[in-house]
């Protein structure tokens, strides 16, 4: 597996952080069902697993810090209507 693929698959797992963030924000605002993980398995043979190891930190740290600079503001101004 060439370099740049490798890191462009692990990059994808520092998106996937970034999106289960954005699911847990809706599910505070009562937009998504509620669920949470309890383990996030990434699985590399032992070829690719150093690599990975590496790549897959950077990821991580980057969406992290995206999570960071990410605005508060709820997605919606309006309250959920009551179920009758």
Excluded at 18 to 23: G, V
Excluded at 47 to 55: I, L, P, S, V
Aim: include cysteine; glycine fraction near 10%; charged fraction near 25%.
């Amino acid at each position: 597996m060439s370099e740049q693929r490798q890191t462009r698959g692990c990059y994808r797992y520092g998106q996937r952080g970034l999106f289960y963030d954005t699911e847990k924000r809706l599910q505070q605002q009562g937009l998504a069902p509620r669920f949470s993980l309890s383990s996030w398995v990434i699985e590399a043979g032992p070829k690719y697993f150093e690599g990975a190891n590496t790549h897959v930190g950077a990821a991580i740290q980057a969406a992290s810090e995206k999570i960071k600079q990410r605005d508060g503001t709820p997605y919606v101004k309006a309250t959920p209507a009551s179920a009758k």
